[in-house]
């Protein structure tokens, strides 16, 4: 895995990580990916790792559930509560791995311009130790990877060919 600079990283308090990407599609489509199972289960996580569980309740009280397995069979589990939902500009939610110490909250925004679309999220751990966990465990290049495999998926596709797709 690895972080090919597609993917800006920045750690601007001693709690946070700030991951930034331009996506070259439609806001309301780059919404869907992020939200949608059918979606969500063709490009999230790195490389030749598949999610095995995807289950997704998009509403505020709502939350999901995912577990990715990787070639070798090891598998990393995620479960989360959505805590606001501004379609299609905002989320936030909270983040917990099974694996991995603490819990996050998470806040995705999304900008249209241009014709493309700028993600900014922001993950706020609840200490610097926990966030530096996170850091060393290669989420930078997991986050990465798979944010590239988002790109892919979004230039197979256009509104006209995803029934339903979010519109700003």
């Known amino acids: 895995m690895k972080n090919t600079g597609t993917l800006a990283v920045a750690t601007p308090t001693p709690k946070q990580i700030v991951l930034t990407r331009v996506f070259n599609a439609p806001l309301g489509l780059v919404f ?3 939200t949608k199972p059918d979606l969500l289960r ?3 996580g790195p490389r030749d790792w598949s999610l095995i569980v995807c289950e997704v309740d998009f509403r505020v ?3 999901f559930r995912f577990i990715l397995r990787s070639p070798e069979g090891n598998q990393m589990g995620m479960r989360g509560t959505y805590r606001e939902i501004n379609a299609p500009y905002r989320s936030a939610h909270t983040e917990i791995f099974d694996d991995l110490p603490g819990e996050s909250e998470v806040i995705t925004e999304l900008t249209q311009r241009d014709g493309t679309t700028l993600l900014t999220a922001t993950i706020t751990y609840t200490s610097r130790e ?3 966990a996170i850091i060393r465990s290669g ?4 986050a990465a990877e798979s944010y590239d495999r988002l790109a892919e ?3 197979l596709l256009t ?3 995803l ?3 979010g519109k700003p």
């Open 32 to 34: 869907d990916a992020f």
């Open 42 to 44: 063709r490009w999230f």
């Open 61 to 63: 009280g709502g939350g």
């Open 130 to 132: 926990i966030r530096d």
């Open 139 to 142: 989420m930078e290049h997991g």
């Open 153 to 155: 998926l979004l230039e």
């Open 159 to 161: 509104p006209a060919k």
């Open 163 to 165: 029934e339903g797709a």
